[in-house]
């Protein structure tokens, strides 16, 4: 079983809709949870930074994290051509772990 | 806001010739990373530097690769002889504290091994 599972996409979504994106991880001992945000050539960007369950909110992106499900979910309100990236969960125990990453599209 | 930032942005190199990208971490952050990204493939964890030596590496990270902190700024991979599967993105990351912060990537060298 992969450390952390996430649906590659592509996703494609018309502007101003809310995307939800989600991840599952396996192993129990992960603490920390993060998101990213990678455009074509660049380094991911750290979207949110979290390390309990519940709720996350910065401005247009919420994380969301339950650990009793190993499931973290990363949504993002009114969405924007420029959202049109790769998103990448993390979580870290001892290591950092990164899922795959889903590619989404925002369509003007 | 600090960044993480890596030279040369793209670095094109013959089959079995050493390469080395540089690095500057943030200047607070105490642990150092050094991932790679093969075209359309996952983030892949090479290794993991702190107080002046490895961490943690991965089996990706085998005696062809070193990694050095020659300053107190600079952290540096060296490639001794270039595969053409060693051509990837290559993304220095540093944090605070080892996975209790989270990482903070630079832009990567894209590495081109011909």
């Known amino acids: 079983q992969k450390e952390v599972e996430q649906d590659p996409g592509p996703l494609s979504v018309p502007e101003g809709a809310i995307v939800s994106l989600n991840c599952t991880y396996s192993?129990?001992?992960?603490?920390?949870f993060m998101w990213y945000r990678q455009y074509s050539r660049k380094g991911p960007e750290l979207l949110m930074y979290?390390?309990?369950?519940g709720n996350k909110e910065d401005g247009r992106f919420t994380a969301q994290v339950d650990k009793s499900s190993k499931y973290i979910s990363l949504f993002i309100r009114d969405s924007q051509p420029s959202d049109s990236a790769t998103y990448l969960c993390a979580t870290s125990g001892r290591n950092f772990v990164f899922g795959p990453g889903t590619r989404l599209s925002v369509l003007p | 806001e600090p960044e993480v930032t890596q030279t040369p942005s793209h670095q094109v190199t013959q089959m079995g010739q050493e390469v080395i990208l540089r690095c500057v971490p943030i200047s607070n952050h105490l642990y150092f990373y050094w991932y790679r990204q093969i075209l359309g493939q996952k983030v892949e964890f090479l290794v993991s530097?702190?107080?002046?030596?490895?961490?943690?590496k991965s089996e990706i990270f085998d005696d062809q690769f070193s990694v050095e902190r020659p300053d107190g700024s600079n952290f540096t991979l060296k490639i001794r002889s270039t595969k053409l599967e060693d051509s990837a993105m290559y993304f220095c990351a540093s944090s605070v504290a080892v996975t209790s912060s989270p990482l903070h990537f630079g832009n990567g060298t894209r590495l081109t091994v011909t």
């Open positions: 979290t390390y309990s369950s």
């Open positions: 192993n129990s001992a992960f603490q920390y």
């Open positions: 530097f702190y107080n002046n030596e490895i961490s943690e």
